[in-house]
């Protein structure tokens, strides 16, 4: 079984910054593209950014030039520094990641999610 913790959320002043991390665990798995979504409340959840194993990144318009994906694939792990952050900014931001093993073949695997809180 493969499992996704994220950490790094938390409640920041409009202006500031916040790194999220999410560090995938479990045995005789392969991670492909990582990425990062949100859900504020009320509306849908939404991609924010994500990075392929090749390092090939994408980010949502409303992002671009304030928030960097990175990771690192050796510690199966996947980062999002967030700059300049605003109020809109404001939801519960969950790590997906596109994983394999040689049992179950392709899938999708979540993390529970952290909440991210931007005061103005």
């Known amino acids: 079984q493969v499992q996704l913790v994220e950490s790094g959320g938390g409640l920041v002043q409009a202006g500031g910054s916040l790194r999220l991390s999410c560090a995938a665990s479990g045995r005789g798995f392969s991670t492909n593209a990582m990425a990062w979504y949100r859900q504020a409340p009320g509306k849908q959840r939404e991609l924010v950014a994500s990075i392929t194993s090749g390092g090939t990144t994408n980010y949502a318009d409303s992002v671009k030039g304030r928030f960097t994906i990175s990771r690192d694939n050796a510690k199966n792990t996947v980062s999002l520094q967030m700059n300049s952050l605003k109020s809109e900014d404001t939801a519960v931001y969950f790590c997906?990641?596109?994983?394999?093993?040689?049992?179950?073949?392709?899938?999708?695997?979540w993390g529970q999610g952290t909440q991210v809180t931007v005061s103005s």
């Open positions: 997906k990641a596109d994983l394999y093993t040689p049992g179950r073949g392709s899938f999708n695997s």
